[in-house]
Each structure stands twice: as C-alpha cells, then as structure tokens.
C-alpha cells in the first residue's frame, strides 16, 4: 500500500484551473499535516500550502489568493489544492507529503505545466 498516491496534474493555458488531490494511508488521528511543495526545474522546492492539526492553513505569498488547499478526513485522509488563476511561472512538479506518526511520507510528484 503505497503511503501516498497523488493525482490531477497536467498541461493547463495560463488563467485556467486544475486541482491536484492527495490521499495518504492512515487516519484523522495518524495524520497530522499534509501539504503540498513544488519544484520548478532549477529552483529549490518549496512550500505551496500546508494544513496542519493545530496551527491551521498556510499558504505561499505567491499563490495566496489564487490556491486554496482542503482537507477530507477519515480513512485514508485526502488534500486538494484547487489552483486558479495559474500562471505559467507556477509550472512545477507538485509533490504532496503527509506527516504521519512522526514520519514525513512524500508522493512521487505530478507535472503541472501552464503555457502562456
């Protein structure tokens, strides 16, 4: 059973939408935070959005506004990071991770590109 399996990436015109989800194995209980990074080809990885049990929702300043990130709780707990407004300065590969009992799991990545 794979710890995270990611989904919803792919080739979007600048402007338009695309919504990435994440389910990971556990619980409501287990999992604590998930979050969603990206890494743009040169360029370190970074944070986009995070919800974590406790300290709330955290965003980018540069998607702020245009990103937002839900959680669905219960078995196998899922995020979505609804994207709008994309800008072809937000193509990255989108990697999701989840903290679970202490343990850090990260998802194999999704492409997400934005042509102008």
């Known amino acids: 059973q794979e710890p995270i399996v990611e989904s919803g990436g792919g080739l979007v015109q600048a402007g338009g939408s695309l919504t990435l989800s994440c389910a990971a194995s556990g619980t409501t209980f287990s999992v604590t935070a998930m979050a969603w990074y990206r890494q743009a080809p040169g360029k370190q990885r970074e944070l986009v959005a995070s919800?974590?049990?406790?300290?709330?929702?955290?965003y980018a300043d540069s998607v702020k506004g245009r990103f937002t990130i839900s959680r669905r709780d219960g078995i196998k707990p899922t995020v979505y990071l609804q994207m709008n407004s994309l800008k072809p300065e937000d193509t990255a590969v989108y990697y999701c991770?989840?903290?679970?009992?202490?343990?850090?799991?990260w998802g194999q990545g999704t492409q997400v590109t934005v042509s102008s």
């Open positions: 919800v974590r049990r406790g300290a709330g929702i955290n």
């Open positions: 991770n989840a903290d679970r009992l202490g343990v850090t799991y």
